[in-house]
C-alpha cells in the first residue's frame, strides 16, 4: 500500500469510489471542494497498485473527509494513515497562522465503524450535530406571499459573486463564505443558474438567498440550503417565500425527494424546515481532535 499526494487524473477513481458506495458515501460536496486550492493541496490518496483504496483531504475549515473501500485487510493501517495524514495537515496550518485548529470529523450517528474508529484515535464528540431533512414532492408545495415590492429572481451570475458572499457572510453572522468558496458552488458540473435563487428588496438589495439544485445526475433528488436572509429582513416571512419558490422550480425540473441540512442550533431554519413540509431523518455527529 502507497500513499501519494493526490493528481486531477485521480478524480474520476475518487468520483468511482465514492458512487460505489452510494449511501455509505459521507462527503457531500466533493465537487465544491475540489475546485478549491486549499483543498486540493491536502488531497492524498492510497492505492494498492493502480487500485484506489481511499482518499483524504482537509477542507477550509479543518474538517477531515476521507473515503475507503468497505473491505480491505489493511484497513485499520489505512484509516491510521489517513488520520496522520489530516493532522500533518493541521500542524501545517496551525504553525502557520499561529492558531490552535482542532482537525474536526462529521460522521453519521449509526456509522458504528467509523465512531469506533474516531474513539480510537481520540477524537472527542461535542454538542453540536447536523441534521438532514426530506421532503416527498408528492406533497403539495404552499406558496407564501412575498411583502410588497419584494421579489425573486435568479442569480445574475459571477459579476454578483462578491454580493452574494457579503450576503451569506452577515445572513449567517460568519466569515465561512468567500469569493472562492461562492464560484467554487457555481463551477460544478450539476449547479444550475435557474435555482440559485435570490429575494430582492423594494430598494433593490438582496434580502435572501437558497441555492437549489439536484444531489444526482438522474434529477430525482434535490436540495434547497442554504438558505439565509439579511438581518434588516428577517421576520417578513422571505425564508418560507424563498424555499416554496425553490421547491416549486425543482418539482418542475422532476425532484421526488428534496433535501436540506442544517445545525442542530439553527432552530429557526429548523422550523422553517418543519413547516414547509419537511421530516428529520438523519442525524450527523461532529468529533474534534486536539492537534499538540
Not at 121 to 150: C, N, Q
Amino acid at each position: 500500500m502507497k500513499n501519494e499526494l493526490a493528481h486531477a487524473e485521480d478524480i474520476p477513481a475518487m468520483r468511482a469510489l465514492m458512487a460505489a458506495l452510494g449511501e455509505q458515501s459521507t462527503i457531500l460536496d466533493f465537487e465544491e471542494h475540489i475546485q478549491l486550492s486549499a483543498v486540493r493541496a491536502t488531497m492524498r490518496c492510497w492505492k494498492q497498485g493502480d487500485q484506489l483504496l481511499g482518499f483524504a483531504y482537509v477542507d477550509e475549515y479543518n474538517n477531515l473527509l476521507f473515503e475507503t473501500i468497505p473491505v480491505f485487510e489493511q484497513l485499520d493501517q489505512l484509516e491510521n494513515e489517513i488520520v496522520a495524514w489530516g493532522v500533518a495537515c493541521i500542524q501545517k496550518r496551525n504553525s502557520e497562522a499561529g492558531e490552535h485548529y482542532t482537525l474536526d470529523y462529521c460522521c453519521g450517528a449509526d456509522h458504528l465503524p467509523r465512531l469506533q474508529m474516531l474513539e480510537r484515535h481520540g477524537f472527542k464528540k461535542e454538542s453540536i450535530r447536523t441534521l438532514r431533512y426530506v421532503r416527498s414532492m408528492s406533497a403539495p408545495v404552499k406558496a407564501y406571499p412575498l411583502p410588497a415590492g419584494f421579489s425573486i429572481r435568479c442569480v445574475h451570475g459571477r459579476e454578483e459573486v462578491e454580493a452574494l458572499v457579503d450576503l451569506h457572510r452577515i445572513a449567517f453572522g460568519t466569515d465561512h463564505m468567500d469569493v472562492e468558496e461562492r464560484l467554487a458552488i457555481m463551477s460544478t458540473s450539476y449547479y444550475s443558474p435557474d435555482l440559485d435563487l435570490l429575494a430582492i428588496a423594494p430598494n433593490g438589495e438582496l434580502a435572501a438567498f437558497c441555492i437549489c439544485g439536484f444531489e444526482d445526475p438522474t434529477q430525482l433528488v434535490g436540495y434547497t440550503d442554504p438558505i439565509g436572509t439579511h438581518p434588516q429582513y428577517q421576520r417578513l416571512g422571505l425564508g418560507k417565500a424563498i424555499l416554496a419558490a425553490g421547491l416549486t422550480a425543482l418539482m418542475s425540473a422532476g425532484a421526488q425527494t428534496v433535501t436540506l441540512g442544517t445545525s442542530s442550533e439553527n432552530t429557526a431554519m429548523q422550523k422553517l424546515a418543519a413547516v414547509s413540509g419537511f421530516i428529520c431523518v438523519e442525524e450527523k455527529l461532529w468529533f474534534s481532535k486536539i492537534i499538540e
